[in-house]
């Protein structure tokens, strides 16, 4: 039965994340323009197999340029013949400038050879995937119908997700630390290429992913990483992080991958350490848990839930700071696109910032109708001192949470619950409005599209009849 749900796992997981790395894969390969009714007449006859074998051609095309530069290195190293020599220096300087030219006509050749071969292949490749050589990859998973269809998929992937998350917690909690790293390496990994492109990629210094490689550390080496790291990763687990779900209200959305990646952040780190802490069948961690103490007499201190927790937050935000105030400080100023944590919630309006600008001017720190300036030492003062109050005030249930089941188990049905009612109100308010908007100005644009490129024909033909 494990092995059987291991291999249902993995084979569910693979599937995911093979479809989202193909569909990545091939946006990222389409990027040429096949245009010329010429080569896409060229390109059927590929298809249908009456065009000549493209990696042979390629092969002959390498060879010719490969004799050309031999014979252009063998002329240089013996130099001129006897009657070249014996002639006058206008003609040895026409017969190395010949040559020279010779070299360069073969060069544009094979280049141009190479462009040809590479537009057959994009054309093949579109042909095969949307079903017209001419329409690119892009353009194809923009349209209505295909944005559904993804749409579709990545909801019964978030669905099925959450199935797997209760059946692991509930009858396999020994493996629930496999399952968390194998959910969350591949999730992050397409987090960081998606934040990347948005140039939101400083997002991923914030504490939770630090938090997260230490949860992951103490899955897959708890014999080494000992008990202090695991208290590092269930107080801060459970504390700040699992906080940040009501920070920056996560919601459960199953089609969005990007909001179930910010809600498996904050909130499997919590589930994780409660089936270290208290679910049975799971004595590989309790050493790590429990150190010393029996089992009926496992517990935590407060001083020890503290230190520990506290010196690696200390040891994350200098570090933070070395690269976003010192490395990396001059790449951010010059430009505002980029955004960290930091920056996002000075120049958000509302939610958060509009919260701790209140609490500033309550204590005295800001003055009525003064803005955050992300630019400034104050602000990143502010904000610094800000960060460290609330991870002190969070890291305090923690220790309620390690000791008493029962307080553990609210705060995982509490923020779970929260992530579940912020869906249900985006899916309700937000997104049954604005996913009609989006498919009807996809099928507008995709019309205008067809408008355009018929017209451009249309005017290409008239020239060619005139």
Not at 183 to 190: A, E, G, H
Request: charge should be neutral; include cysteine.
């Amino acid at each position: 039965s494990c092995c059987l749900s291991c291999c249902s796992l993995i084979i569910l997981l693979s599937f995911s994340y093979l479809v989202c790395f193909c569909s990545c894969l091939l946006v990222m390969m389409d990027v040429g323009e096949v245009d010329d009714d010429s080569t896409l007449g060229e390109i059927d006859q590929f298809l249908l197999g009456e065009a000549v074998d493209a990696d042979s051609e390629l092969k002959t095309l390498v060879q010719e340029f490969i004799d050309v530069l031999e014979s252009d290195i063998v002329l240089e190293e013996t130099g001129p013949s006897p009657s070249v020599a014996a002639g006058n220096d206008g003609l040895e300087s026409l017969g190395k400038v010949s040559l020279s030219q010779k070299t360069k006509e073969k060069v544009n050749k094979v280049k141009a050879k190479l462009k040809k071969l590479r537009e057959k292949a994009t054309a093949i490749r579109r042909k095969v995937i949307t079903g017209n050589a001419s329409k690119t990859v892009r353009e194809f998973i923009k349209e209505a119908p295909m944005v559904k269809v993804i749409d579709k998929f990545a909801f019964t992937c978030g669905v099925g997700m959450f199935s797997l998350i209760q059946y692991f917690i509930f009858q396999r909690p020994e493996l629930f630390g496999y399952f968390y790293c194998c959910v969350m390496l591949p999730l992050l990994f397409v987090r960081y290429f998606v934040f990347s492109e948005d140039k939101l990629q400083y997002f991923l210094l914030d504490l939770c992913y630090f938090v997260t490689g230490a949860s992951m550390l103490t899955v897959i080496a708890p014999a080494y990483v000992g008990r202090n790291l695991f208290l590092v990763a269930f107080v801060l687990g459970n504390g700040p992080v699992a906080a940040g779900n009501l920070a920056w209200r996560d919601s459960f959305v199953f089609h969005n991958v990007q909001k179930v990646t910010t809600v498996m952040l904050h909130g499997l780190p919590l589930m994780l350490s409660y089936s270290w802490r208290w679910l049975p069948n799971n004595d590989r961690m309790y050493s790590v848990v429990c150190g010393m103490q029996e089992k009926e007499d496992c517990s935590a201190s407060i001083w020890e839930m503290i230190v520990y927790p506290t010196t690696f937050y200390v040891l994350w935000q200098l570090f933070y700071l070395v690269l976003t105030e010192g490395l990396m400080r001059k790449k951010l100023d010059a430009d505002d696109n980029l955004k960290t944590s930091l920056r996002w919630i000075t120049s958000s309006k509302g939610g958060l910032a509009t919260l701790y600008k209140r609490l500033c001017v309550c204590v005295g720190a800001m003055k009525k109708g003064e803005d955050f300036n992300h630019h400034s030492l104050k602000t990143k003062l502010l904000f610094v001192s800000g960060q460290l109050l609330y991870t002190i005030c969070t890291m305090i249930p923690t220790y309620f949470m390690f000791n008493y089941k029962h307080a553990h188990m609210f705060a995982v049905f509490f923020i779970w619950t929260l992530s579940i009612w912020n869906g249900a109100g985006y899916y309700i308010n937000v997104f049954s409005k604005r996913y009609m908007e989006k498919i009807d100005q996809l099928e507008k644009d995709q019309e205008e599209r067809k408008r355009v490129k018929n017209e451009a024909q249309r005017q290409q033909h008239e020239k060619k009849d005139s």
